[in-house]
């Protein structure tokens, strides 16, 4: 398993590995056994998918592929929620240095003002934000990320699909990177 030092990426990443994990292990026991689907399933639903293996089988590869887009959204969704929070809590610290010594904020101080009131408020605006101060490595897999959870959020429209699905491990591993290259 990954090391993820960021304490709410990290649970949030192993929630949804433990996920990931049971569904493999339930879609594996469908394979040759269209009928373990119903033990898995909510009551409403025994017997609907289970009664042919073609159907059974599809049914279950959707469930994998709906968790695991589900964690993608939640993994770019936690980042943000933390890189959000950082942000906010070092403007405040900037704004009251800023205030005490100078007259008016410079422009460097200006794009930090809008972020905090809300100007800049997407996955964008925090790339944007911090590009200059990743590796080029790492803001390419964060815009590949961005793209990724763009392309499932947005309901697959208007974009094309990812050029590689990353594991879930990946994903968490390069976010929780990123988190430590802000952090300094």
Known sequence: MVTINNEDLRDVYHYLATIENIIQKEVRLINGNKSHLDKIVPEQLVRVYSQKERTAL??????????YENSVVTLVSTFEKIVFAKYKTSFGKLKTVVKEYTPSPMDYYKSRENFVNGNIDKLSGIIFLIERQLPPDLLIKLKLL????NYIAHGKRDVAP????????????????????IEG
Request: aromatic share 2%.
């Open 162 to 181: 990812p050029a590689v699905e990353l594991q879930l491990a990946e994903i968490a591993s390069t976010l929780d990177e990123i988190i430590r290259e």
């Open 58 to 67: 599809a049914f279950a590869n959707k469930i994998a592929t709906t968790a």
């Open 146 to 149: 961005k793209d990724h959870r």
